[in-house]
């Protein structure tokens, strides 16, 4: 509703600069800055057609070939396939949580889609995941009441009860019990930092420490005295 407004308040915060065009939000910014390129990035798999705007695309397969498209019953975008659409509406949830995704059914947020998609099923009584126990041999390990059915897990568990650290850094003296802390300890070494706020210009090697840093965007306080 705050993006259609838009429209009757002539708000358009997105403009080019290199031109006069300006528009209420930034995809068609994006779309509008490859008329300045000559890029056409959009091309159909059925004849030499290419396109600025995915947009065009979809209208000239329509035209020309007769496909089927799947509009999004949000912004009304059409989507050529429902894997595409579902991909589309994940950016409308995640823009109306303001960097979060929001659940439509109640209150709740999170930074993960997935996290998002698992949460829905609480609504929906959707239980996707059955135990398969009788079919693999339940590993008990001799030094704690640990058990677990997959060997791998086991495995990893197994190296906190040792004292090797069959994992080492090339550039130091560092080693580890588990491949994931090594591959976070080397970016000390690259000064890699994978995890990007999108409210911001900050940016980290853990993935902890973004979310942390999300709470000061969104005020979330998740530890009580």
Known sequence: ??????VHIKDKPFACDQCTFQSHNKYSLIDHMKTHTGEK?????QCDYRSVASYELFKHKRTNHGEKFWPCDICGRQCCSEALLERHKERHSYEQG???YVCKECNYRTFDFK???EHMRSHTGEKPYACDKSSKQLKQCPHCEYTSLNSSNFRHHALTHSNKKPFKCSHCDFATKTRPTLRQHMRIHSGEKPFSCKSCDFKTAHK???QTHMQTHTGEKPYMC
């Not at 509703?1 to 838009?6: A, G, I, W, Y």
């Not at 990035?41 to 798999?45: F, K, S, W």
Request: with cysteine; hydrophobic share 25%; net charge positive.
């Open 115 to 117: 996290t998002l998609k």
């Open 98 to 100: 303001k960097g979060l």
């Open 208 to 210: 902890k420490s973004l």
């Open 1 to 6: 509703l705050q993006d259609h407004q838009k």
């Open 41 to 45: 990035p959009h091309a159909c798999d």
